[in-house]
Each structure stands twice: as C-alpha cells, then as structure tokens.
Nanobody, 122 residues
C-alpha cells in the first residue's frame, strides 16, 4: 500500500492561488490513479479531481472546473492540485488518494493521506 503526505495548504484571500502537493512513498504511483477530495466542517467528504495513471484522463467536480488543475509527476512520485481563483467555499481539508482510477473517482480507494487545510478568507 502506498503512503501519501499532502502539503501546500494555508490561508489565502479570495481570488488567490495555492498549489497542493501529495508525495507518495512505499510504491511508485505510476500505476495508480490519483485523486483529491475535500471535506469542509460539518459536510461530507467530496470529490474534487482525479487523474489516471498515464494522465490520459482527468475529471473534476463542476464547482472547480476552469479553476483547479490536477497533474502528476511520476518520476517524483507526486501529484499536484493547482488551485486558482479561490473562493471561501473552497475552504476545507484536502485529501489525496491513490488506487484504481474508478475507485479513486468514487472515493473508494484504500490509500489516503492525512490532509492539508486550505482556508480562503473573504
């Protein structure tokens, strides 16, 4: 099982940008689909973005399309989430996950990071 550690979260003003990183260890992520989920206080965890193992496919939740970009660097065993034009409603703990792409997309993959807090002030 792959271990995942997220970083890059923080406090940013509305309209600002952040780039999250998810560093994997234990196994190469080259064969895994990768994804980002988020959970705001009092809400259920929700899908944000996913990318297939060879970066052939990407998927985003509607609320972040055009603002967020998921990418991966298999040589660095790292997946990224570039977040632009941030809004207060993007405030949440962001989690990285790895597994088969279809499982990642449904949030049913086995490997998860501990999360990184993103706070967008109005």
């Amino acid at each position: 099982q792959v271990q995942l550690v997220e970083s890059g979260g923080g406090l940013v003003q509305t309209g600002g940008s952040l780039k999250l990183s998810c560093k994997a260890s234990g196994r190469s992520i080259s064969i895994y689909g990768m994804g980002w989920f988020r959970q705001a206080p009092g809400k259920e965890r929700e899908f944000v973005a996913a990318i297939s193992s060879a970066s052939v496919s990407t998927d985003y939740t509607d609320s972040v399309k055009g603002r967020f970009t998921i990418s991966r660097d298999n040589a660095r065993n790292t997946v990224y989430l570039q977040m632009n034009s941030l809004k207060p409603e993007d405030t949440a703990v962001y989690y990285c996950t790895a597994g088969h792409y279809s499982l990642v997309r449904r949030g049913e993959s086995a490997s998860w990071g501990q999360g990184t807090q993103v706070t967008v002030s109005s």
